[in-house]
């Protein structure tokens, strides 16, 4: 796929897809995720923190192994964490939609690209 990864140009078109999938954690940084267009396909999301913060999730979908980032897998993955700590999260492909957000700026990172993730306090409606 050469030198940069693929960033969905539709992420929030993704990030809704990604809500009310079915997401389970296996391990401390390990989770399975079922597809939505395949009911008998798991796929394996693992995320860590790095050093410098960002975060790293690696997917083994046909779209992640190609180089791309920010599968609705991960999405899910990381909204599942997210929502375990009482918090909501979205995603950005550019910084400047990020930062309006006037919220906590995460970054969702390779060693090529980059998707942008704010986070606030989770709202529950009744």
């Known amino acids: 796929m050469g030198n ?8 929030k078109k993704l990030q809704r897809r990604a809500r009310g999938m079915d997401v389970r954690r296996i391990a401390p940084n390990t989770f399975v995720v079922a597809s939505r267009s395949n009911q008998t396909a798991q796929y ?4 860590r923190r790095l050093d410098d913060g960002s975060i790293n999730a690696r997917c083994t979908c046909d779209w992640a192994r190609n180089g791309g980032i920010a599968c609705t897998h991960v999405l899910a993955a990381l909204s599942r964490i997210a929502e375990k700590k009482k918090r909501d999260i979205s995603f950005w492909v550019d910084y ?13 990172a390779d060693d090529r690209s980059t998707v942008y993730i704010t986070s606030r306090p989770l709202h529950k409606t009744s």
Request: hydrophobic share 45%; net charge positive.
């Open 4 to 11: 940069s990864a693929v960033i969905p140009k539709e992420i």
């Open 44 to 47: 394996i999301v693992t995320v």
């Open 96 to 108: 400047e939609n990020a930062r309006r957000q006037h919220n906590r700026i995460l970054r969702l």
